[in-house]
Nanobody, 125 residues
């Protein structure tokens, strides 16, 4: 049974930082690209970042590029999202997902077959 478990969310002040983790089990982790997605109330799901199986290739939404960094540790079956310079508009539920690749349309999330339950990030003073 595949499980993706996110952690690291919480309340952060504007300009602050947070690091999300996603621990995977039940799958051959380095067979999968990993993505981070987010969804705010009343908004569509948004692709935040994607990392290929080896960690060499990374992709970011324009809205987070230069502020967020995705990484993975295949020995630990874990993917991370380091978030710096957080803004109130980053407030959302953040989900990790596993898929075959960071294809051209990765940000839609449609190719990602496994999803975590999400962790809430709230950016507010």
């Amino acid at each position: 049974q595949v499980q993706l478990v996110e952690s690291g969310g919480g309340l952060v002040k504007p300009g602050g930082s947070a690091r999300l983790s996603c621990a995977a089990s039940g799958l051959t982790f380095d067979d999968y690209a990993m993505g981070w997605f987010r969804q705010a109330p009343g908004k569509e799901r948004e692709g935040v970042s994607c990392i290929n199986w080896s960690g060499i290739m990374t992709y970011y939404a324009v809205s987070v590029k230069g502020r967020f960094t995705i990484s993975r540790d295949n020995a630990e079956n874990t993917v991370y999202l380091q978030m710096n310079s957080l803004k109130p508009e980053d407030t959302a539920m953040y989900y990790c997902a596993a898929g075959p690749s960071c294809g051209v349309r990765w940000s839609r999330g449609n190719d990602f077959g496994y999803w975590g339950q999400g962790t809430q990030v709230t950016v507010s003073s």
